[in-house]
Nanobody, 119 residues
Framework: QVQLVESGGGLVQAGGSLRLSCEAS????????MAWFRQAPGKEREFVSG????????RYVESVKGRFTISRDNAKNTVYLQMNSLKPEDTALYYC????????????WGQGTQVTVSS
C-alpha cells in the first residue's frame, strides 16, 4: 500500500507557474506508475499526466502539452508536476494517484491540492 500527500497548490495569475509535489510513503515507490488528475467544480475528474516507474516515459492530456511537466525522484518518494503558462481553465483540485499496472484506474489517491488561476 502507498499513501500520498499533495502540496504546492495556490492562487496564481494567468501566465504564471506552480509546482505541485506528491510525497509517498513506503519503500516501494519506484514500483508504481504515478499520475496527476484534476477535477473542477461540476466536471468529471480528468487525467492530466502520468509517468513511468523509472521516470523515463511520460504522457499528458492534450490541453496541457507543452505547458506541464511531470517528473519523479524515487530517492525522495516524490512526484512533481511543474505547471507553466497557467490558464484559468487549469483551475481545479489536483490529485496525485498511484498504481502498479496502469494510469487508467489508480488504486491509490492523495487528498488533493487546490490550484486557482485568475485572469
Amino acid at each position: 500500500q502507498v499513501q500520498l500527500v499533495e502540496s504546492g497548490g495556490g492562487l496564481v495569475q494567468a501566465g504564471g507557474s506552480l509546482r505541485l509535489s506528491c510525497e509517498a510513503s513506503g519503500r516501494t515507490f519506484s514500483n508504481y506508475l504515478m499520475a496527476w488528475f484534476r477535477q473542477a467544480p461540476g466536471k468529471e475528474r480528468e487525467f492530466v499526466s502520468g509517468i513511468s516507474r523509472s521516470g523515463g516515459r511520460t504522457r499528458y492530456v492534450e490541453s496541457v502539452k507543452g505547458r506541464f511537466t511531470i517528473s519523479r525522484d524515487n530517492a525522495k518518494n516524490t512526484v512533481y508536476l511543474q505547471m507553466n503558462s497557467l490558464k484559468p481553465e487549469d483551475t481545479a483540485l489536483y490529485y496525485c494517484a498511484a498504481d502498479l499496472s496502469n494510469y487508467d484506474r489508480p488504486a491509490y489517491w492523495g487528498q488533493g491540492t487546490q490550484v486557482t488561476v485568475s485572469s
